[in-house]
C-alpha cells in the first residue's frame, strides 16, 4: 500500500509538470552539472540494485531478480556514460540505449522461469555488462558515426522510436510484477512494479519533450524519484542486514556465555569426580583394607589365640566407625580442614597407629614440630593421603618388618618420607598402571611439589614427597 501511494503521488506529479510547459512553453534551462549530477546519482543506485538483487540473502536468486539485474546494470553502466558524455547525438544515443537495454531485462520477467537454466541466468547478468561496456565505449568513441538524433533542437524520430519501445517494455514489466504481488502478497514485487511504472511514465514524457525544457527535466525528475525509491529498498536491505547481524551477535555472545558456564560446571564436575576418588581411594579405602587386615589376622588367631580375637574385632569395629564417619563426611562436605601444626602431628601419629595396629608391619614416626608449623591447609589435605597411601602401599606389597614415616625440613622445605624394608619393585611398571601412585604423584602436582620413589627388587621402599618453600596457595 505505501508503494502505491507513492506511484500515485509521483502520477500527479507528472501532471502537474506539463502545467509549466503550458504557461512557458519557451522556457530553457540548460545546467549541464545538475544533469550530470542526476544521471550520475543514478547510474550508481541502479548499480548497487543490481549487486543486492544478485545477493538477495536466505533465498535463491530466480530468473525474475537475473532479469531484475541485468536492466539495472545495463541502465547503471550506460548512465555514468551519459552523465560523462558531452550535450550532442551520442549524448542523446547513450541515454536512449540505457532505457533500451534497461526496458527489455526489466520484460524478460515475463519468461517461465522454469525454462531457464542455471548457466543461463547466471550469464545473463555478464552478457548485459559487457554489452553496455561496449556500447558506452563504442559511442563516446566513434561520435561521427553516430545518427542525427537532434534537429532545430528537437528530438528526431531516430532519439524518439527507442524510448517509445522502452516506455512499452516499462509499462508491460510494471503489470507483471502488479500481478506478482496480487499473487504472492510479496511488498518487492510491488515496489518493482511502482519503479517499473515509473521508469515508463519518464520515457512516456521524454517523447514529448524537447532537450532542456519543463517537461525534459521532469522527466529527470521522474527518475531521480525511481532511485530514491532503489535506494530506500538497499537502505531498507541494509537495515535490516544489520539488525539481523545485531541479533545473531547477541545471540552468539550468549551461546558463548551459556558454554563458558557449561564448560565451568563440567570442569568442576570433573575436579569434584577426582577430587573425590582420590579422597576414598587414599582415606576411606586404605581403611577398609586395613581393617580387612585385622579380620583376616583374627581369623586366623580363633584356633590358637582366641582371647585376642575380642581385642581385634574391637580394633575393626572402631575403624569401621572411623570409615563410616569419613565417608558421610565427604558425601556431605563436612570433613574438618587441619589448621596448624599440633593437629598435623596428631593427625600423622592417628594414621601411624591405625595403619600398624597388630599388623606384622609396624611404623615409627618421627616428627619435626617446625616442619608440622610449616604446613598450610593445602598442603596438609594433600600430605596426608600421600602418607597413607605409602604405607597402604608397604602393607600390602612390601612383605615388610619394619617402616618408617618422617616429617622434617630439609634445606629449608618440608620433606614427607615413608619408607620400609620390603621386598621393593620396579616403579616404571606400577607408575603405568598404578592409580595410588598416580594420586600421589598428582597430589605432589598440585601442590608445586615433587614425588619421588625409590625402590628395586629386594631393596625396600622410599617415597619423597619434596615441597615448596612458598605453597601455591595461601592458607585457609
Not at 71 to 98: C, K, S, T, Y
Not at 103 to 111: A, G, N, R, T
Not at 404 to 420: K, M, P
Amino acid at each position: 500500500m505505501p508503494y502505491l501511494v507513492f506511484t500515485a503521488s509521483i502520477v500527479g506529479v507528472l501532471f502537474a509538470s506539463l502545467a509549466p510547459h503550458a504557461l512557458w512553453p519557451d522556457w530553457r534551462w540548460h545546467h549541464e552539472p545538475l544533469h550530470s549530477t542526476v544521471e550520475g546519482v543514478g547510474g550508481l543506485a541502479a548499480i548497487a540494485m543490481a549487486i543486492v538483487l544478485l545477493h538477495k540473502p536466505n533465498e535463491p536468486v530466480g530468473w525474475k531478480f537475473h532479469a531484475l539485474a541485468s536492466g539495472f546494470l545495463g541502465m547503471g553502466l550506460l548512465e555514468e556514460f551519459h552523465a560523462i558524455a558531452q550535450p550532442g547525438d551520442g549524448f542523446v544515443l547513450l541515454r536512449n540505449m540505457a532505457s533500451l537495454i534497461g526496458s527489455s531485462s526489466f520484460l524478460l520477467v515475463w519468461w517461465p522461469d522454469s525454462t531457464r537454466t542455471e548457466v543461463e541466468r547466471s550469464r545473463l547478468p555478464w552478457v548485459v555488462t559487457a554489452g553496455a561496456l561496449s556500447l558506452g565505449t563504442w559511442i563516446l568513441a566513434f561520435p561521427t558515426l553516430i545518427p542525427e538524433m537532434v534537429r532545430n533542437g528537437e528530438f528526431t524520430l531516430t532519439a524518439v522510436a527507442p524510448q517509445s519501445l522502452a516506455c512499452l517494455f516499462f509499462l508491460a514489466s510494471a503489470w507483471r510484477f502488479w500481478l506478482d504481488s496480487r499473487r504472492s502478497g510479496k511488498s518487492e514485487d510491488l515496489l518493482f512494479a511502482s519503479l517499473a511504472l515509473l521508469f515508463g511514465l519518464a520515457e512516456f514524457v521524454f517523447i514529448y519533450s524537447i532537450p532542456w525544457d519543463s517537461r525534459w527535466w521532469s522527466w529527470h525528475l521522474l527518475r531521480l524519484m525511481a532511485c530514491l525509491l532503489v535506494l530506500a529498498y538497499i537502505s531498507r536491505g541494509y537495515v535490516l542486514a544489520v539488525s539481523n547481524l545485531q541479533g545473531s551477535l547477541v545471540q552468539t555472545i550468549q551461546a558463548k556465555e551459556t558454554l563458558r558456564r557449561s564448560e565451568g560446571q563440567l570442569r568442576q564436575m570433573l575436579e569434584d569426580r577426582e577430587r573425590m576418588a582420590q579422597d576414598l581411594h587414599d582415606s576411606t579405602i586404605q581403611s577398609l583394607f586395613a581393617i580387612g587386615l585385622d579380620l583376616e589376622r583374627s581369623q586366623r588367631l580363633v584356633p590358637v589365640r582366641p582371647q585376642d580375637v575380642v581385642t581385634q574385632l574391637g580394633a575393626a569395629i572402631a575403624g569401621l566407625n572411623v570409615a563410616i564417619r569419613d565417608l558421610r563426611g565427604y558425601i556431605l562436605g563436612l570433613t574438618s580442614p587441619i589448621s596448624n601444626g599440633r593437629e598435623v602431628e596428631s593427625a600423622l601419629t592417628s594414621l601411624v597407629n591405625s595403619m600398624s595396629g597388630s599388623h606384622q608391619l609396624c611404623f615409627r614416626l618421627q616428627m619435626d614440630p617446625k616442619a608440622a608449623d610449616r604446613l598450610t591447609t593445602e598442603q596438609s589435605v594433600h600430605l596426608l593421603p600421600i602418607a597413607r597411601e605409602a604405607m597402604s602401599n608397604s602393607l600390602r606389597h612390601a612383605a615388610a618388618r619394619t617402616g618408617t614415616v618422617s616429617l622434617r625440613l630439609q634445606d629449608g622445605h618440608v620433606q614427607l618420607t615413608v619408607e620400609d624394608d620390603g621386598v621393593g619393585f620396579h616403579p616404571a611398571t606400577v607408575r603405568k598402571n598404578g592409580y595410588g601412585l598416580r594420586n600421589m604423584e598428582a597430589r605432589a602436582k598440585k601442590l608445586g611439589g615433587r614425588l619421588e620413589v625409590t625402590s628395586g627388587s629386594g631393596q625396600g621402599t622410599r617415597v619423597v614427597c619434596d615441597l615448596p618453600q612458598e605453597p601455591l596457595h595461601a592458607p585457609t
